[in-house]
């Protein structure tokens, strides 16, 4: 394995790295989605007993304690309840838009780095070719075989490498496209089921 990748070349440092910031982006992302929708959960059944009571302060706590986009949003339409309802709708809007790239948290990242790293493998593939032919050029029909196999073999070996951090890279970036969506819609519902209770009761 180690020989694999020192045949590869400096274009595999790189490559490295990027396969380490794309693991690091998909493990964080994963468990950013997991731990906010279960507190999500959590809030949304806590907050339906505190409203029913008109229990404002409580659901207050229970947004701070929850600490995710969802609850931000909640909290600011808590904060602005006695508003009027064409006012407590835009704060809720303009605070929603506000925490959407908490969602999208670090997704731009991994977007690049699927796209580079592929180029990386395909600049590797270049490079080696280029070694390749110099080889050949200089040594005859055949040149040094050596030196034409590592040529070669740093050719295939960051294409291999540059789409094994790829592939997986525009798999999680296309899943955490959709979870994002799914989340803002989960969202806007929690929220405007939170927004017509609070509405109903102005007096």
Known sequence: MLGSIK???????????CGIIATFIIIERCFYFYVTK???AKLM?????????DNFQAASVSCAEAGT?????????????????????????????????RFEHLLTALGTI??????LGLLG?????????GVLGAGGTMGDPAVLAGAI???????????????????????????????IIEMESNVTSVVIKLTGRIR
């Open 125 to 133: 593939t270049v490079t080696g070719n280029i070694k390749a032919f």
């Open 153 to 183: 073999a740093e050719a295939l070996v960051t294409t291999v490498a540059g789409l094994v951090v790829s592939i997986p890279a525009v798999i999680f970036y296309n899943y955490f496209v959709s979870r994002v969506n799914r989340r």
């Open 69 to 101: 986009p969802t609850a931000q949003v909640i909290k600011k339409a808590l904060d602005c309840r006695r508003w009027d309802e064409r006012d407590l709708k835009d704060a809720v809007e303009a605070e929603m838009s506000a925490v959407v790239p």
């Open 114 to 119: 699927s796209n580079i790293s592929t180029l």
């Open 45 to 53: 059944y806590d907050l339906q007993g505190s409203l029913d009571a």
């Open 7 to 17: 045949a590869g070349g400096i274009i595999m440092i790189p490559i490295i790295l």
């Open 38 to 40: 279960k507190k999500d």
